[in-house]
């Protein structure tokens, strides 16, 4: 049972355009959603992350929308730079009674020059 | 410089042999945890601690020990490993209770059980 989602195996943009990446998840007891940016050979970077209070965080090119009436959220990436291709997770936290993170299947990037 | 360091990076085995992925973070994080990552299924947790003492499993826990004995080291055990134990295998610690708790990872742990 795949608790968070991401639909969208790959995506590729061209450099300068808009990048959304979506994640869909289906516990609402989740109380924060965070981004992960992996390059090859190397662990997950965390990017930026939104309380499940919020419904938007920005942080310079990378703004996070969260809708919970759809239980749905997307990082958006502008300007999208050659330095974004890499894969992104999505990962939701739960803090009640435990604190596991879930993560997504991930999205890989490919912004073209 | 703060990190979380995995050992070793590589390594190969055969099944039933017994061995431990070691997990150092020098950050003072109340919080570890482990991950496998393969292809298709993204990251899963295997078991994660919220302190000395204190570890929990995640979603896929079989066939995996962890032990918690000092704050800084979360070593990854497997008694006797099995082929569908191959993966990728990540180390990770964080802050508990804080607003914007993002988690730090280690470099990774390619396992081949052969």
């Known amino acids: 049972d795949q608790q968070v989602k991401q639909n969208s195996p790959s995506l590729s943009v061209q450099e300068g355009r808009i990048s959304i990446l979506n994640c869909d998840y289906t516990?609402?007891?989740?109380?924060?959603f965070l981004w992960y940016k992996k390059y090859p050979a190397e662990g997950p970077t965390f990017l930026i992350s939104?309380?499940?209070?919020?419904d938007k965080n920005e942080d310079g090119r990378f703004t996070v929308f969260l809708n919970k009436s759809a239980k749905h959220l997307s990082l958006h990436i502008v300007p999208s730079q050659p330095g974004d291709s890499a894969v992104y997770f999505c990962?939701?936290?739960?803090?009640?009674?435990?604190?596991?993170?879930?993560f997504g299947t991930g999205t890989r990037l490919k912004v073209l020059a | 410089e703060a990190q979380v360091t995995q050992n070793p990076r590589y390594l190969i085995t055969v099944t039933g042999k017994k061995l431990t992925v070691t997990c150092s973070q020098n950050?003072?994080?109340?919080?570890m945890s482990w991950y496998r990552q393969d292809p298709g299924l993204g990251l899963r947790q295997i078991y994660y601690?919220?302190?000395?003492?204190?570890?929990d499993k995640g979603d896929v826990p079989e066939g995996y020990k962890v032990s918690r004995k000092e704050k800084r080291n979360f070593p990854l055990i497997l008694e006797s490993p099995s082929p569908n134990q191959t993966s990728l295998y990540f180390c990770?610690?964080?802050?508990?209770?804080?607003?914007?708790?993002?988690?730090?990872f280690g470099q990774g742990t390619r396992l081949t059980v052969v």
């Open positions: 990770a610690s964080s802050y508990l209770g804080q607003v914007d708790t993002e988690a730090f």
């Open positions: 516990n609402s007891m989740f109380d924060y």
């Open positions: 939104i309380s499940s209070i919020k």
């Open positions: 990962a939701a936290l739960l803090t009640s009674g435990t604190y596991k993170y879930i």
């Open positions: 950050m003072n994080h109340e919080y």
């Open positions: 601690s919220m302190n000395v003492e204190v570890t």
